[in-house]
T-cell receptor
């Protein structure tokens, strides 16, 4: 079954640690996205990719970085975690331009807590 | 760019109809979506409507689009406690998706 997977689901980590949030999709989608969701529910786009070796920063400034070496994989890395990074991180993918009718497919999210 | 707005909260009684409203600013948006997010989960696509349609019905869900007023609504008939969740409106415009801030629906037994 085609889907999008995020790991871990929950992560509690100490300040200053380096972490990588994993996101993989099996649908062959070109476009992938990372959103940060604050406690007030709003989604903020932090990174996106339109294909392999293509990454762009989103609307919300973030200290994280991403890579897209393979179509199916779009990991997000924080070099030095801080309490202000505590949030829910959602990964999504979508089909190529012109195929917008089916919207995004979202992963289940990673809830990150930095202590 | 597009600006999508929703009211933050809606509370209804079980069995009543729920209507969640959304406005957007850019008439170029080609697709409009409704997503549902349950606690601790990602967003699940509920339904979408193409901009040349006025209405779409799918079981208990009815989507109404007023292009003139740039107003989108989601009606849930016979609302159940399992419908309690956050509902996001989204617009697709020039290869980008724009999300509203979400409406938290609380269904009281």
């Amino acid at each position: 079954e085609a889907d999008i997977y995020q790991t871990p689901r929950y992560l509690v980590i100490g300040t200053g640690k380096k972490i990588t949030l994993e996101c993989s999709q099996t649908m062959g989608h070109d476009k992938m996205y990372w959103y940060q969701q604050d406690p007030g529910m709003e989604l903020h786009l932090i990174h996106y990719s339109y294909g392999v070796n293509s990454t762009e920063k989103g609307d919300l400034s973030s200290e994280s970085t991403v890579s897209r070496i393979r179509t199916e994989h779009f990991p997000l890395t924080l070099e030095s975690a801080r309490p202000s990074h505590t949030s829910q991180y959602l990964c999504a993918s979508s089909e190529s331009p012109g195929q917008g009718g089916y919207g995004y497919t979202f992963g289940s999210g990673t809830r990150l807590t930095v202590v | 760019g597009e600006d999508v707005e929703q009211s933050l909260f809606l509370s209804v009684r079980e069995g009543d109809s729920s209507v969640i409203n959304c406005t957007y600013t850019d008439s170029s948006s080609t697709y409009l979506y409704w997503y549902k997010q349950e606690p601790g989960a990602g967003l699940q696509l509920l339904t979408y409507i193409f901009s040349n349609m006025d209405m779409k019905q799918d079981q208990r869900l009815t989507v109404l689009l007023n292009k003139k007023d740039k107003h989108l609504s989601l009606r849930i008939a016979d609302t159940q406690t399992g419908d309690s969740a956050i509902y996001f409106c989204a617009a697709y415009n020039f290869n980008k998706f724009y999300f509203g801030s979400g409406t938290k629906l609380n269904v009281k037994p």
